[in-house]
């Protein structure tokens, strides 16, 4: 088998990743491209941050609610294949974003909040199991430090790595909106023209427009509120 066009790296409880997600879908089906869903834990990139001192309230159930979703999709690829993570994450980002946030971010790690999104990739409901067993943690943290070599540690979700094994990875490109389909194709090439050029390194701006997503209470069109991010975060740095 050839190698993916793209390793795409994701946490499923991150907005910015999920939003690029669906971008590079878009261009994936008019390009032909081969994505490889790969897995990175904001959880376990915080395993050593106060997260009471450092981040909004929610953000430590909302980050333990992602690392349990990548459990099951650790066991859903051991099982099922690469092709199943796709429409997994697919399945897991309707329901995390399509909708209002849950009273508390822990419900998305429990199995009334995966089993459906399992049924509606067509996966088997027994693979919630999952959520509760910590021996997928190596894995996961064996893949998070993967995609940090690849890019460095002060970065958030997504990590794309380009032409892999030998191509260049990046943090990003961070989004707000989903682009139509003809801005989605350009933007890819604009991406990887900067990818393609060994001397690039970076090319960022902190503040982000909120995502727009029914989960962030932003309506599609609508121009949401700036905010000031750090290192891909919104850590406070109390």
């Given at each position: 088998?050839?190698?993916?066009?793209?390793?795409?790296?994701?946490?499923?409880?991150c907005?910015?990743?999920?939003?690029?997600?669906?971008?590079?879908?878009?261009?994936?089906?008019?390009?032909?491209?081969?994505?490889?869903?790969?897995?990175?834990?904001?959880?376990?990139?915080?395993?050593?941050?106060?997260?009471?001192?450092?981040?909004?309230?929610?953000?430590?159930?909302?980050?333990?609610?992602?690392?349990?979703?990548?459990?099951?999709?650790?066991?859903?690829?051991?099982?099922?294949?690469?092709?199943?993570?796709?429409?997994?994450?697919?399945?897991?980002?309707?329901?995390?974003?399509?909708?209002?946030?849950?009273?508390?971010?822990?419900?998305?790690?429990?199995?009334g909040?995966?089993?459906?999104?399992?049924?509606?990739?067509?996966?088997?409901?027994?693979?919630?199991t999952?959520?509760?067993?910590?021996?997928?943690?190596?894995?996961?943290?064996?893949?998070?430090?993967?995609?940090?070599?690849?890019?460095?540690?002060?970065?958030?979700?997504?990590?794309?790595?380009?032409?892999?094994?030998?191509?260049?990875?990046?943090?990003?490109?961070?989004?707000?909106?989903?682009?139509?389909?003809?801005?989605?194709?350009?933007?890819?090439?604009?991406?990887?023209?900067?990818?393609?050029?060994?001397?690039?390194?970076?090319?960022?701006?902190s503040?982000?427009?909120?995502?727009?997503?029914?989960?962030?209470?932003?309506?599609?069109?609508?121009?949401?509120?700036?905010?000031?991010?750090?290192?891909?975060?919104?850590?406070?740095?109390?």
């Amino acid at each position: 088998m050839s190698s993916p066009d793209l390793h795409f790296y994701f946490d499923p409880v991150c907005p910015f990743a999920w939003l690029t997600s669906t971008w590079v879908r878009t261009v994936a089906a008019r390009r032909e491209l081969a994505v490889e869903w790969r897995f990175i834990s904001l959880r376990l990139v915080n395993a050593s941050v106060d997260y009471d001192a450092q981040f909004p309230p929610g953000y430590e159930a909302g980050h333990t609610a992602g690392l349990r979703l990548l459990r099951v999709a650790a066991r859903t690829r051991a099982e099922h294949g690469h092709p199943a993570v796709a429409d997994l994450y697919a399945a897991l980002g309707e329901r995390v974003f399509g909708s209002g946030p849950p009273r508390d971010p822990a419900d998305r790690g429990t199995r009334g909040f995966v089993e459906p999104a399992l049924a509606a990739a067509g996966l088997p409901a027994g693979l919630a199991t999952a959520l509760d067993d910590d021996s997928w943690d190596a894995q996961l943290q064996a893949e998070t430090d993967e995609a940090l070599a690849l890019t460095g540690r002060d970065v958030g979700t997504p990590i794309l790595h380009f032409r892999p094994p030998s191509g260049t990875a990046f943090f990003g490109p961070v989004i707000s909106r989903v682009p139509d389909p003809e801005q989605a194709v350009a933007l890819w090439d604009h991406v990887v023209g900067l990818a393609t050029f060994p001397g690039f390194a970076e090319l960022k701006r902190s503040l982000r427009e909120r995502p727009q997503l029914p989960s962030e209470g932003v309506r599609t069109g609508d121009v949401g509120v700036q905010e000031d991010w750090h290192g891909g975060s919104r850590r406070q740095h109390r």
